[in-house]
């Protein structure tokens, strides 16, 4: 499963969890130790994950509005 959207929430809890909008629905994507984030094309930590940040999430669906983060790409342009 692929979303793009903007972060509209960041739960700090373990594992970290975003609420991200992708302009139709609100996605809750989850964190595991082993997400690849990147910021600029350049690796990131999660402190660079804050709301308004526009992203682009890969990763496993649990339902139709969460999924568990594999990638996230921060800084992608609008579609």
Known sequence: MVI???????????????SVDTGEDVCQVSLAQSTSITYGGRPADPAHLLPGRRVRVEGE???????????????????
Do not use: C, F, Y
């Open 4 to 18: 793009e959207g903007t972060i509209v929430g960041v739960m700090e809890t373990w594992p970290l969890q975003l």
């Open 61 to 79: 669906s649990s339902n139709a509005h969460a999924m568990k983060a594999e990638r996230i790409d921060i800084g992608v342009a609008a579609t």
